[in-house]
């Protein structure tokens, strides 16, 4: 089918604000077979990833007839000042601001699909961002649009870290680029930065360690980890802000990017008392919406204790009535590490009400550490 060059759609793709594309080949994530029974064998990979490491590495899964994979990429390094807050605030990764990314870069390669069917006949493709099995990273790195960075980021000269990434798979053959070298040479400076160690060494990270996951990950947060986790509210940014060639990246006017009513730098307190239809109006419309209003405000607690913001106190107090187990045993233990003994009373009657088994595991430490002595678990 020669109804369609590599050019025309790199043309195409930048008239419709794709920032960089490339080409690669279906078959350049098998060699990944043994990197992810390594990583799987290690304990490196977290609870979101697919288990399956065949789907991970075979674009024929998804697309039988997948002969070529487009990869593209966009630029969210917008231009925005952030606001400086003395106090009581959570941090919202640059990831979550502005609109859903997935559906931005989505359109934009149903756009670049539908052109290219257009020259052709009898051509499929499938849009793929983020939600689905493959390895887009390594597509990426194949499709020549950056290198690997020691933080496991694929990094590009222009545009630095700050890239989403999206893949087209297509039953139409493209030649495919070729990868490029690594430029981080002896730079270390994400490997000391990251807060968790996540990145054990260079280019390779045990995802369960990254507060990228931890701030998603569902149920209790280990307590040395929560601490870990500073104002985070969700995401981390930590090993892309210390990248030099994301101090110089090229910023872009990107309106779908800038923040609306996520902020971020968000008042905890707003988030302590969002209901759930004040969660899908300020968080809904981002892609840090998906885990759910409870883990999102679970982060707020954590935030709260790990500044030990006391103006956070009277909401989450309030929080032992939620409908949310989670939330219930975590209010209690934040209140035994921001009051004193006169919270007591509060925290027991919670313990009476309580039928969830982990909200009464986290009630009775929190009367533990306030009593400084042990008692008996509630059967209440």
Known sequence: MGCVTKQEIENYARQIGIDLIGFASPDCLKEYKNFLKERENLGYSCSIEERDIQKRISPEFILPEVKSIIAIALSYNVKYEIKNYSRNFGIISRTSWGIDYHKVLKEKMEKLSEFIKSKCEGVETICLVDNN???????AYHAGIGWYGKN??????????????????????????????????????????????????????????????????????DEKMAKKMGRRIYGCDTCQQVCPFNKRAKKVVRPEFLPDKLLPRHELIEILNMSKKEFEEIFGPTSSSWRGKS?????????????????????????????????????????????????????????????????KKMMTEALNKLKGDKIENHKG
């Not at 106190?313 to 187990?325: G, Y």
């Open 133 to 139: 099995p493959l390895l887009e990273r390594e597509i």
């Open 295 to 359: 883990i999102i405000i679970r982060n707020a607690i954590i935030s709260c204790v790990n500044t030990k913001e006391k103006n956070c106190i009277e909401p989450i107090k309030n929080l032992l009535k939620s409908q949310s187990p989670l939330l219930r045993g975590y209010s209690a233990w934040a209140l035994s590490n921001l009051c004193d003994k006169e919270i007591l009373s509060e925290i027991e009657n919670a313990l009476l009400r309580e039928k969830d088994e982990m909200a």
């Open 152 to 221: 496991g980021l694929i990094i590009n000269d222009e545009y630095g870290s700050y890239i989403f990434l999206g893949e087209i798979l297509i039953n139409k053959y493209f030649e495919s680029d070729i990868p490029k070298q690594s430029k981080c040479g002896d730079c270390d400076l994400c490997v000391k930065a990251c807060p968790t160690k996540a990145i054990v060494k260079p280019y390779i990270i045990n995802a369960n360690k990254c507060l990228s996951y931890i701030t998603v990950k569902k149920g209790k947060i």
